[in-house]
Nanobody, 122 residues
Framework: QVQLVESGGGLVQAGDSLRLSCVAS????????MGWFRQAPGKEREFVAA????????KYGDSVKGRFTISRENAKNTVYLQMHSLKPEDTADYYC???????????????WGKGTLVTVSS
């Protein structure tokens, strides 16, 4: 089993930056590829970003390319999502997920965190 705990969400203004963290614990080696997903009220879950076990391969959703950066510190079992130039449409619950497979799958990741809310005011 793998446990994931997100943190760093909050209320910010449009144009601000925010960094989310996800700490993994348990048998992290079985699902080493990590991703961030988000879901806004009334909308489908959306892929945001993912990073492979080595940190050498990343993937981004079209809506965040150039604004968000995913990274990881394996020594700390932590994955980060650095968000810049935030927009009101970025408002959502952000979820961290882990999987043994690559590339990431929006509805098929092995393990999920409980999410952290990001609210961007205009």
């Amino acid at each position: 089993q793998v446990q994931l705990v997100e943190s760093g969400g909050g209320l910010v203004q449009a144009g601000d930056s925010l960094r989310l963290s996800c700490v993994a614990s348990g048998r992290t080696f079985i699902s080493p590829n990590m991703g961030w997903f988000r879901q806004a009220p009334g909308k489908e879950r959306e892929f945001v970003a993912a990073i492979d076990w080595s940190g050498g391969v990343t993937k981004y959703g079209d809506s965040v390319k150039g604004r968000f950066t995913i990274s990881r510190e394996n020594a700390k079992n932590t994955v980060y999502l650095q968000m810049h130039s935030l927009k009101p449409e970025d408002t959502a619950d952000y979820y961290c997920a882990a999987d043994s497979r690559w590339p990431p799958r929006t509805y098929g990741m092995d393990y999920w965190g409980k999410g952290t809310l990001v609210t961007v005011s205009s």
